[in-house]
Nanobody, 127 residues
Framework: VQLVESGGGLVQPGGSLRLSCALS????????IGWFRQAPGKDRARVTC????????FYIDTAKGRFTISSDSATNTVYLRMNHLRPEDTAVYYC?????????????????????WGAGTLVTVSS
């Protein structure tokens, strides 16, 4: 199983970015796939997840209305569209995945539940 993130970079406050996570070695619909982030000096924290099988999603409160997670089963790719970015969104963003699809839920989605991880992509929100 391999997860490869891309799309990070430097963006001004209020700007947007789209992160991508390409998965290989998996049956896409068998997995819950999500994004975590680790800000400087802080622990890694969950952000959002999706179960491509049925489109179930979960967002933390600070991501609701600003971030959108989506998936493309034709390319085994998960996207994270981030709008209205704030300096406090600055972090390394990690894509993670595990079975089953039901792992994408408020109660189950957390880093201890994810077996597969990408290397991360840095997002810096600064003027």
């Amino acid at each position: 199983v391999q997860l490869v993130e891309s799309g990070g970079g430097l963006v001004q406050p209020g700007g947007s970015l789209r992160l991508s996570c390409a998965l290989s070695g998996v049956t896409f619909d068998d997995y819950a796939i999500g994004w975590f982030r680790q800000a400087p000096g802080k622990d890694r924290a969950r952000v959002t997840c999706i179960a491509p099988f049925d489109g179930t999603t979960f967002y933390i409160d600070t991501a609701k209305g600003r971030f959108t997670i989506s998936s493309d089963s034709a390319t085994n790719t998960v996207y994270l569209r981030m709008n209205h970015l704030r300096p406090e969104d600055t972090a390394v963003y990690y894509c993670a995945a595990d079975v089953p699809p039901g792992a994408c839920s408020e109660t189950m989605f957390d880093d201890y539940a994810m077996s597969y991880w990408g290397a991360g992509t840095l997002v810096t929100v600064s003027s």
